[in-house]
């Protein structure tokens, strides 16, 4: 089981470093043709680290479907890549962040008016990426892009709203998370050639993949990883209300929900403990848990529709590999 696990991280590795290399040269690319300081410091953000589940996915996808061209989807997978960062970009000026993955912010760097602009350039770059397949992946592209901005905005409406319900919150979660990894994978299996029955699976696939992976990562803003590279609490510290919270204060009730209440309305470190406390008491972190297995299995069943091969097994190892993120 070990070598498995083993081979199977060995081959997403090599797949992550392919699309490094793709990002890289097209930075370098940009810079050489006369883009400068821009696709610099785009580039810093960019080429910073980062899982890249987003285009992985998208080449599984593709291979999954039948695809055997890696530069055939290989467009489409930086497409998502760059449109991430550029939502990164923005998010750290809403949240006025110092550093992202290990690097200083570019607005710390370069000033906000710059960062909006790179963010912009990121953006406008990766959508013209997405520009060079037919009418019906860009407007799939398109969607999502704009699903994005939508939530984006649903979830600015939310902030330290104690009111917001699970139905508001997986709202936000399909069109900021799951959107993007579910059009992903749907038009990366277009490509390829599936119908568009076929392609459903897979954006199936991505939206419960998507949905858990921002679950997990709720419960990991709460319990505190280093990997999630910003601080324990910092959901908090910023007023989202995350599906943990929303539980809590749906149980919680008298004085229980009123200190809860004001602990998430007035939130500082020292406060955390009790905070950590009062979730524990109404078992919302168990609650998470519990959903993120139930969509994972969602996300497995999708894919029974296809035959046993090395991307279908690559995916069914990312799904562990989002479970295995909190525990």
């Known amino acids: 089981m070990v070598s498995v696990e083993l081979d199977a991280s060995d081959r997403l590795e090599s797949m992550r470093l392919l699309i490094d290399a793709e990002l890289e040269s097209l930075i370098e690319d940009e810079v050489a043709n006369g883009s400068g300081q821009v696709a610099e410091l ?3 953000v960019l080429l910073a680290g980062g899982k890249r589940l987003r285009p992985l996915l998208i080449l599984l996808a593709h291979e999954i479907a039948g695809g055997t061209d890696v530069d055939e989807i290989m467009p489409l997978a930086l497409a998502s890549e760059m449109i991430h960062t550029a939502t990164l970009v923005h998010d750290d000026i809403n949240d006025e962040a110092s550093h992202r993955r290990g690097i200083e912010t570019i607005h710390s760097r370069a000033g906000l008016p710059k960062a909006v602009i790179a963010g912009d350039w990121l953006f406008t ?3 013209g990426l997405g ?16 699903d994005l901005a939508v939530s984006e905005f649903e979830q600015l409406d939310h902030v330290l709203d104690l009111t917001t319900s699970p139905e508001d919150y ?19 299996g277009l490509v390829a050639g599936l119908n568009d029955e076929q392609a459903l699976s897979l954006k199936q696939f991505g939206m419960e993949l998507g949905i ?7 419960l990991l803003d709460l319990r505190g990883d280093e990997r ?10 910023e007023g989202k209300m995350t599906l943990p919270l929303i539980h809590a204060l749906t149980l919680s009730h008298g004085n229980e929900r009123r200190r809860l209440a004001h602990i998430i309305e007035n939130f500082t470190d020292d406060s955390f403990d009790e905070l950590m406390s009062l979730l524990n008491h109404s078992d919302s972190l168990h609650y998470a848990e519990i959903l993120v297995r139930n969509h994972l299995e969602r996300a497995i069943t999708a894919l029974d529709v296809f035959a046993e091969s090395n991307a279908k097994s690559l995916m069914l190892y990312v799904t562990e590999y989002v479970m295995k993120r909190h525990v």
Do not use: H, W
């Not at 590279?229 to 510290?237: H, S, T, Y």
């Open 42 to 44: 785009c580039g810093s």
């Open 125 to 127: 770059k990766g959508f």
């Open 131 to 146: 520009g060079c397949y037919d009418e019906n992946i860009v407007r799939i592209l398109a969607q999502y892009c704009a």
């Open 170 to 188: 997986l709202s936000i979660v399909r069109g900021k998370t799951a959107g993007p990894f579910g059009a992903g994978c749907y038009a990366a």
């Open 212 to 218: 858990a992976f921002q679950l997990v990562d709720d």
């Open 228 to 237: 999630m590279g910003k601080p324990r609490g910092a959901d908090v510290i």
